[in-house]
């Protein structure tokens, strides 16, 4: 079945660096576009970033370009999310998400706490 695990979240000062991965399974990942998204406490999911099967296209909510960048290792199955400057408003939990035949997956998410 289907599995995306995140991992790589963690508690960092405004100003830092994290980088999360995202380990998938059950599925031919190299054929298929990722995303990141990510949920603020009573806030909706939104999209963070998103990248193509092949890697060589990749799309970023405004608030993230610049800072975030996402890519991807298809002999790894795993696609990673780099936070640079990171802000307090980036606290949020953080889920990967795989689109396959129409029906969404989602990973539990990895926590990402901005605050010093």
């Known amino acids: 079945q289907v599995q995306l695990v995140e991992s790589g979240g963690g508690l960092v000062q405004p100003g830092g660096s994290l980088r999360l991965s995202c380990a998938a399974s059950?599925?031919?990942?190299?054929?298929?576009?990722m995303s990141w998204y990510r949920q603020a406490p009573g806030k909706e999911r939104e999209l963070v970033a998103s990248?193509?099967?092949?890697?060589?296209?990749?799309n970023y909510a405004d608030s993230m370009k610049g800072r975030f960048t996402i890519s991807r290792h298809n002999a790894k199955n795993t696609v990673y999310l780099q936070m640079n400057n990171l802000k307090p408003e980036d606290t949020a939990m953080y889920f990967c998400?795989?689109?396959?035949?129409?029906?969404?997956?989602w990973g539990q998410g990895t926590q990402v706490t901005v605050s010093s």
């Open positions: 990248i193509s099967s092949t890697g060589r296209n990749t």
């Open positions: 059950g599925f031919t990942f190299s054929t298929y576009a």
């Open positions: 998400k795989a689109k396959i035949n129409g029906v969404d997956y």
